[in-house]
């Protein structure tokens, strides 16, 4: 199926397919989403906020078929066709991430400490916790540092979703990248399986350092705190090197960077991963090596797609047709 410019969504009159007698529906898309986001807002409420790739993919895609209300079928199935292959490389993803640490490859421990040591004296966890760590106790940073910490899990899909109603060709631009970041996390998974801090700290070899990432739902509550639990305790622990968390907010920064239009604005969207970046050293979760790290995965990444679609698009663009002052050169 050929891609679609996003000229094609748009809706003008006279404009729809003689025999397409469902164009008076499109009138229906925003209750349609009305109804359904009061929908993921009551389920929220009962079950959790969807923490989950395949909730929130699930979600998203339900909203965009809202959005799709009232356009020709061949649209509509090309949602399926467009998310499909992200959900099952991603579930396979996710499964193998789980068996990463089964592949008898011993589980690194100093090398992330000695680097973050010899950068900043001691680990920044360990330091950032004595400051702010609060025993029994849940403050309104572990509140924001939650928040920050789970919207790893939906902005990614949620931006995914944003570009295919508005944008296809940026939507399939995101989406290898997105795709071949994790692929290169998974990979570094199973060649080096590294413990996180709060897993070094249990063994005695960094100071005390607790995993707090899930703490602000005890205030948020709305039933996430189990679901976010029971997802930490199936996922790979000794999946730390790179921070997948820090890489893949670093690209949906890099991603927006030219299309915020006021360039004044532009550095705002760096404030995202530098937030992620302290949020997963303070609650225990990654050394600075594996933020780092993240940041390097995520620059090369978005480097080497944009390398390859400029040659492409050089490739396949018409050479301009020779005019009399370039004859007469």
């Not at 008076?24 to 969807?50: D, E, K, M, N, Q």
Request: hydrophobic share 50%; net charge positive.
């Amino acid at each position: 199926m050929a891609p679609m410019a996003t000229g094609e969504f748009a809706e003008t009159k006279g404009e729809q397919p003689a025999g397409f007698r469902f164009a008076s529906w499109a009138r229906l898309r925003p209750y349609a989403l009305a109804l359904y986001f009061a929908a993921l807002i009551l389920w929220s409420a009962h079950y959790g906020v969807p923490v989950q790739r395949e909730l929130v993919i699930l979600w998203t895609c339900g909203a965009l078929a809202c959005v799709s209300i009232g356009r020709p079928p061949r649209e509509i199935l090309q949602l399926v066709v467009d998310w499909l292959p992200i959900v099952a490389v991603l579930w396979v993803y996710d499964l193998t991430r789980g068996a990463a640490d089964s592949f008898g490859i011993g589980v690194h421990y100093h090398l992330m400490i000695d680097f973050d040591r010899a950068i900043f004296g001691e680990v920044p966890t360990v330091w950032l916790q004595h400051q702010i760590y609060v025993p029994r106790s849940v403050q309104w940073w572990d509140v924001a540092f939650t928040v920050v910490y789970t919207s790893y899990f939906i902005i990614p899909f949620a931006l995914a979703g944003w570009l295919w109603a508005r944008d296809r060709p940026g939507f399939q631009r995101f989406t290898r990248r997105l795709v071949t970041l994790s692929l290169a996390g998974l990979a570094t998974y199973i060649a080096f399986p590294a413990a996180p801090p709060w897993m070094a700290g249990q063994m005695g070899l960094i100071g005390e350092v607790h995993r707090t990432t899930g703490d602000g739902w005890k205030v948020l509550g709305v039933g996430t705190a189990s679901l976010f639990s029971k997802g930490q305790g199936a996922a790979n622990m000794v999946a730390a090197v790179p921070s997948l968390h820090s890489a893949i907010t670093t690209l949906v920064a890099l991603f927006l960077w030219r299309r915020v239009r006021r360039k004044a604005l532009r550095p705002l969207l760096l404030l995202y991963p530098l937030a992620m970046a302290v949020t997963l050293m303070a609650t225990g979760e990654h050394y600075f090596f594996d933020v780092a790290l993240g940041w390097v995965y995520a620059g090369a990444v978005m480097g080497a797609w944009t390398l390859w679609e400029r040659r492409r698009e050089a490739r396949v663009a018409p050479e301009p047709a020779l005019g009399l002052s370039d004859a007469s050169g």
